[in-house]
């Protein structure tokens, strides 16, 4: 952040096509100028500290379906890519099936800022701190995605590049984040680490699941996701894949722990330090399959 | 009516009086300074501000940003050669040769439009020459560290400001009482110790703003969110060569000052760009960036403590070297360091004092008055000392101070007496309120309780020639109009001066009002509203003006009904004699006096009251060794205590419940004053747990709200209690000190101390991050 | 740069308001309708102080567009009264010392106030969370707290 942050933003066109594919159309056509938004939480910051100058914003909130908040019994849960979060935090179907995915929301900022923030946007923003993106992947997420070439779907787990980078394409709408129905009988737990208390950007957070698999050795899958603590939201497959194998208990738990801890490359930056990191993400890692295990036992 | 009757009715003084100001500020009709309207003739300022912690600047090419369309006026520092500053002149206003910290102002630019404004920024090229920055302040005092003002010696100081030429030391305060090389030896415990604090800021949730106009006779207008309107229209107008009387300002309220809007910092840059503009007005409004690169900073300290006990306790000797992060500029941070070193001290009565204090420049922001001016900094070092040395000696903490704290006519570290004091009362109603010797039990088997207390001293730092002055004028309806020249910060000067008022003249408090906006033109002078002085002064300029009133009013009505005039009084709006039981409202004679009889003329007028108030009796300090009759008009003193729990697997800190007493002599509104004490503690738990200004270099790295936490709604203690004690100060109104300041400064060690207790780790300096706490009890083997 | 016509109600009144696609909804208010109740503290979506009212939901008015209002109805800390008297939450606020130096004010007024409207007996926890995102440096938040809990019991 420099010293010159302008006082308002910088000039631009905001356009709002009427449809899904004009708006693909000119993205696509303007691909260096024009930027999709949402709730314009990270865009409009990161346009007044002048890391982003595009010529055009496009507003895509109001799109075809992109509004609804949907729940099928037999196919999950599909939340517009306009739908803020307070409406997640609020929607019965998400309070039923998706209680992970209300708590992540939850953990997010102030309740002004979730009236305007949405999933969608947080997985578009592709922070490694984003508190929403961890749920999504241990819940299985996919994109729904409408390009120049029409409408397809692009699983969350492969579509993280680095920070602040994601396989979309130029003409990509990203119009809604779908969740399958959840394993039968799972818990889940969203753990954030900030310096205050509530609305702090994530230190480090732990995203955690667990649900019963008689296929199992433990006969309990675990799904774990870390935030703030490696370029991407990160996924500790080989803590993963030890809980698998053990049966659960407080020494496997703390193992599991362990390695998430390993999996990590978290840096030194103004929020905290690599080595901090590191044990909150053991400490938090341990504090949330515990508490997930007393509940699945 | 009977006299008896009359005492009935209540005085506000004391009364917890809904505040004068509340209703505009909930239904958004309060003016500030931004929501002036000025209309299509105002003009927008922005600043090229330097990138550099220390340079000198080559060359400065504004052709093409003149040359932009809409750009009005770019000025640089060429155009103004006047030094600047409150004790010590030491800076420009706008830089000349030199930049001395990133965000010291090069260049101003007005334009039709802040974006025209800011693009024209971009066009100013500016060539430097990079020099070695001094970014410590024990580095910056030493003899190989480069020179930041070479010029020292030919700056106009103050008499009480003592700089050393050739140096980076812009003061150097000493105490040198006693004997203390003799006392080390008496002594049965000693505790040496370095502490660091780092630069915090003020934020203000109101952004610096200002507004100037210059006529075309040279006159100037200020508008802005000041604490300070006399002394801006005094430091101003001596820089830019302009009569005080052909400066005016206006200030409406203020969004929050803890300091950062006394003295004089931006504000300076618009009257400067607008003597450019034709006439026009022109806005600077920092942005929240700017305010976090170039707004006043808190000090940064470098202490080093040392301490001693005999075997009872009693502290017989201290050294302590302060070596203050002074920034850029210390026109105003010299008083801190001198601040400092006369409270050296701490509350406690100590025999044996040797204190150097040292005003050192870095090339980091510019330090000004905060909140505590000094006190804070010195005493998150200073009471961790004190609980150190208590534990040495194996005496309770709180026994400890009980023994040493002062009392009324205790010897004070320069040499008088202290003044009628309640400290040891709030020692033993904070002590009690937590619990202290009681440990509960904490609420999860992952987390240490501990509980930790802290004490504290200030006086009011400023000039010894501050002065107050006021005015009191009645309506024809009976209302008062009271004139201040202190500012509404949201403290409730305006209430408290109604109070007075009202209780000094003998009207309702509600038939009372401020003379508001503040305005150097008509409202009457005020040093400024800093130091938590103004109950205390402005509050006896008051009275005086009050009943300075009371006396023109009284005087004509016992002409008129032939009584001596003692036998009259003012109750409630009504003039009544206790003798006659004659009664007339003020209003019968506020404006038009009353008739003589028989047609034969009248007598009295127009009602104005007038007052002032400054102290006499500060007497100047010896230059060597800090004694002298008397340093200071008075202290407040005070103590908090805390209880808190740290989560092991986290290194959270949660407080659980804090408890504050402050001594204030008399709580004209005690709801105010409670209020003060937790809002003073809230932000000392928030500069004790999350502040720190990051440097690198120079370069602040975390300039935002993001990076830069303050408390919110979520980390305040459930339990917060605060308690009055009131032990009268002799010269204030009905007894009365300052608490604006006070209830931050204990805070910081009373949570060190609390930690402690908890999990015996201490550190450095604050903040108390959870990452500090971890690592600390990971290095101590408290965690794994 | 286009302009746009925007057709917003603000508190209740019809208003055409021409701005600029970079305008906020905090200056649109603040300058093209000369609405000053609402404050600009950071411009970056922390310290809450334009908080406002959006279709009913509080919103950080320097994080929306003024362009995205159309057809939207605002409430402003402006419009929080009545005709004749003062909302609930604005006499606890008075009553109880929430209010120092009243630049958090109305921001914290609108959060509140939604608050209330959706929990209307809201817990010490859920207030606090409520009102996290908007910074008080005076008060300490503990009298605002206060506030709204006696504005609860009051209404």
Redesign the interface.
Known sequence: ??????????????VQPPTLSEASGFLASHSAEARPFL???DV??RM?DGFLTPKF?V?V?KLDGTSSLRFDPQAGLTVGAGVNM?RVIAAPEVRAHYPLLAEACQSV?????R??ATIVGNICNASPAGDTIGACLVLNGVLHIHGVDGSREEPLATFFLGPGRTTLRAGDVVTAIHLPLPPKGCAGRYLK?G???????S?VAVTALGYPDPDLISRYRFRLALASVAPVPLIPAQAEAYLANQSITPDSIHEAAHLAAEACTPIDD????A??RK??VR??SA?ALNEIWERLR | MARTAAQDVPSPIGESKPRKDAREKVTGAAIFADDLQFGNALLHA?IK?S?HPHALIRRIDAAKARALPGVKAVVTGEDFPGYIGLYLQDRFIFCRERVRY??DPVAGVAAIS??IA?KA?DLIEVEYEILEPVLDPEFGASPSAPLIHPDLGKYVVANFILPEPGTNISNHFKIRKGDVDGAWQKCTAIIERKYQIPHIQHVPIEPHVAIAQVDESGKVTLWGSSQSPFAQRNLIAQSMGISQSDMRVIAPYVGGGFGSKAGVSMESLVVAIATKTKGHPVKL?L?R??EF??AFVRQALVAYFKMGCDESGRLLAMEHRFYWGGGAYTEYGVNVTRASGYSSSGPYEVPNVKTDSYCVYTNHPVGGPMRGFGMPEMHAGLEQCIDELARKIGMDPVAFRRLNCLKTGSTLVTGSKMHPTGLPECVERVAEAIGWGRKAPPSGPNKRRGKGIALMWKAPAMPPNAGSSAWVELAEDGTVTVGVGGQELGQGIFTVAAQMAAAALGVPYESVRIATPVDTRYSPYEWQTVASRLTWSYGNAVMRAAKDARRQILETVAEDWGEPIEDLDIVNGVVVSYKTERETPLKNLAIYGLPKPGDQGWRGGPVIGRGNFMPTYVTGLDLETGQGERAVVHYTTGAQAVELEVDL????I?IVKGVSAFDVGKAINPEMVKAQMEGGFVQGMSSAL?EIM?MKDGVL????F??Y?I??S??VPKDLQAYIVEVPQDDGPWGARGIGEHSMVPTIPAIANAIYDAVGVRFEGPPF???RV??AM?EAGIVK | ??F?KVNVTINGEREQVLV?????LM?MLRESVALTGTKNGC???EC?AC?VL?NG????SC???A??CEGAEITTVEGLAGENQLHPIQEALIREGGVQCGFCTPGILI?AH??LQRSPNPSDDEI???L???LCRCTGYVRIIESVKEAARRR
């Open positions: 952040m420099t010293i010159d942050a302008h006082p308002a933003l910088p000039e631009f066109e905001y709730g314009g939480t409009l910051v007044r914003l507003d909130k307070n900022a102030s309740y002004q800022l009236n305007r680490l310096r205050n208390k509530l609305s702090d950007l230190i103004v929020r905290g330090g080595r901090y044990a909150m400490n938090l504090k | 922005r501000r990138s990133v965000g802040e974006e800011q920024l409004l942005t960036e700017e690169f170039t697997d986290t290194g959270r949660e999350f990051q790295q975390n300039p935002s993001v990076d936490r408390a919110t979520s980390d991050t959870a990452e971890f690592l990971l | 740069m286009a746009h600029p696609s970079n305008m906020t200056r411009s970056a979506g809450g908080t959006l939901e509080p919103v950080n994080m929306v567009l362009v995205e959060s939604a608050l606090r969370e409520a996290v995102g908007n």
